[in-house]
T-cell receptor, first 117, second 112 residues
Framework: GAVVSQHPSWVICKSGTSVKIECRSL??????MFWYRQFPKQSLMLMAT?????????EQGVEKDKFLINHASLTLSTLTVTSAHPEDSSFYIC?????????????FGPGTRLTVL | LAKTTQPISMDSYEGQEVNITCSHNNIATNDYITWYQQFPSQGPRFIIQ???TKVTNEVASLFIPADRKSSTLSLPRVSLSDTAVYYCLVGEGRGGGNKLTFGTGTQLKVEL
């Protein structure tokens, strides 16, 4: 199946710094990528939909100025957590959508564990 | 987006068949039913997807009744490695930009 990678797999940063997380579709092109956040023992929460070449669409309650998303190419989307604070500590997961065939399918990355001290 | 309801947790033993049922009373005509598996600190993994009746692949079967208001994921002969959270999702399978709404999921625990 299609492979999606994330980098880094984990990151620890100080409060107030910015952190960039990369999401890559390795063997397919993805016009649409999604970013999720997952707190311990909770479900995934969709943060935003990222479309190549256009602005991301954010879910209600997600600050677009804090979570900057750039979908620069058909294989790369980045999420930058700006001025991170301890409450931003979470597991961030991206997915990339394949098109074609009878149904579309989302392939998920392995996730990035962010810890803000 | 149709909301889904599934049991919070289930316990089973190795070698048994496990059936996890999901309710989606408000499913729309264009909606597909998709199940994902998630291990701790990993991204979800696609298991199976269907629209109606029965779908089977190498790891699971998906049973969908005629009214499509529920679906059942069937895992044959589970092993310890099947211990994970299983999510049932409903949404359009076509058209691109298909947002997925994850519910609470079902924590399956398989014991010896």
């Amino acid at each position: 199946g299609a492979v999606v990678s994330q980098h880094p797999s984990w990151v620890i940063c100080k409060s107030g710094t910015s952190v960039k997380i990369e999401c890559r579709s390795l063997d397919f092109q993805a016009t649409t990528m999604f970013w999720y956040r997952q707190f311990p023992k909770q479900s995934l929460m969709l943060m935003a939909t990222s479309n190549e070449g256009s602005k991301a669409t954010y879910e209600q309650g997600v600050e677009k100025d804090k979570f900057l998303i750039n979908h620069a190419s058909l294989t790369l989307s980045t999420l930058t957590v700006t001025s991170a604070h301890p409450e931003d500590s979470s597991f961030y997961i991206c997915s990339a959508e394949t098109l074609g065939g009878p149904v579309n399918e989302q392939f998920f990355g392995p996730g990035t564990r962010l810890t803000v001290l | 987006l149709a909301k889904t309801t599934q049991p919070i947790s289930m316990d089973s033993y190795e070698g048994q068949e496990v059936n996890i049922t999901c309710s989606h009373n408000n499913i729309a005509t264009n909606d597909y039913i998709t199940w994902y598996q998630q291990f701790p600190s990993q991204g979800p993994r696609f298991i199976i997807q269907g629209y109606k009746t029965k779908v089977t692949n190498e790891v699971a079967s998906l049973f969908i009744p005629a009214d499509r208001k529920s679906s059942t994921l069937s895992l044959p002969r589970v092993s310890l490695s099947d211990t994970a959270v299983y999510y049932c999702l409903v949404g359009e399978g076509r058209g691109g930009g298909n947002k997925l709404t994850f519910g609470t999921g079902t924590q399956l625990k398989v014991e010896l």
